[in-house]
């Protein structure tokens, strides 16, 4: 958290954030082109701020694509902000994000969060009905076989699934990708598309989470209000048993 902290007490650092909260993944010449600076010194302010886990990249060919990451403004919001005035600032629980841009290459969000536990566990946590049920307010169900369904149900006791997909690649411990769609999504409706990458990082676990083909803004802010929350529960859950307090968040 201390990284955190010392990037945002930067203000150009501030400013970077602040462009890619309002258009997310960007390169480094999109950046440079907003702020007068080098190349070279952006790339050292952005590097201090993939350190800090507030911005993660993804390759598109020669290039690094940058996008604003939330779950640490997240974690801080729980543990500074919630707990004293959670009634009245839930509205601010999560940064909307704009992916704006017509670049087919490009997804939409991406995610990342560091998890003190191994690969398999958290394969495990994403994957295991019951374990979801408790931090995400929804049960994950499947085989999670390549090509078989899957669905994201409710913990009310209607057992209602909000959310059903495919399974489209299956590799534990390292790598998940299904399709989300609502149950009564027409046969032209293009489902969007969850990857899990799950990777040793030294003693610990770096997950990203990467959703793409998000169909409008309001399922675009939707997503926003839901991922940085979801992962700051799971990262609660497999760390010390207990999942953060949580609404029954869904993720389109």
């Not at 952006?42 to 940058?66: C, D, F, M």
């Not at 779950?71 to 600032?89: A, G, N, S, T, Y």
Request: proline share 6%; glycine share 4%; charged share 30%.
């Amino acid at each position: 958290m201390d990284k955190v902290f010392k990037a945002l007490a930067d203000q150009t650092r501030r400013y970077l954030l602040d462009r890619l909260h309002e258009d997310n993944g960007q390169t480094l010449g999109e950046l440079c082109e907003r702020i007068e600076m080098s190349r070279q010194a952006t790339t050292q302010h952005l590097a201090v701020l993939e350190a800090a886990n507030l911005v993660s990249t993804v390759r598109r060919g020669r290039e690094k694509i940058h996008y604003l990451n939330p779950v640490p403004v997240h974690q801080i919001q729980e543990r500074w902000i919630d707990k004293f005035e959670r009634p009245r600032l839930r509205s601010l629980s999560a940064l909307k994000q704009r992916a704006e841009n017509a670049m087919t290459a490009k997804p939409e969000f991406v995610y990342v969060v560091y998890i003190e536990s191994t690969p398999e566990k958290v394969w495990d946590a994403l994957t295991d009905a019951d374990a979801t049920g408790a931090y995400w307010g929804h049960r994950n169900v499947s085989d999670w076989q390549t090509g078989s369904a899957w669905e994201h149900r409710r913990t009310d006791g209607s057992d209602i699934a909000d959310v059903v997909g495919e399974v489209v690649e299956s590799r534990r411990p390292d790598r998940l990708v299904t399709t989300w769609a609502a149950p009564d999504a027409g046969p032209g409706d293009e489902p969007s598309r969850v990857s899990f990458d799950i990777e040793p990082y030294e003693q610990i676990v770096r997950l990203t989470v990467t959703h793409e083909n998000l169909k409008d803004e309001a399922e675009r802010n939707e997503a926003a209000s839901g991922w940085a929350a979801v992962l700051s529960n799971l990262k609660s859950y497999l760390e010390t048993g207990s999942p953060l307090p949580q609404e029954p968040w869904l993720v389109p």
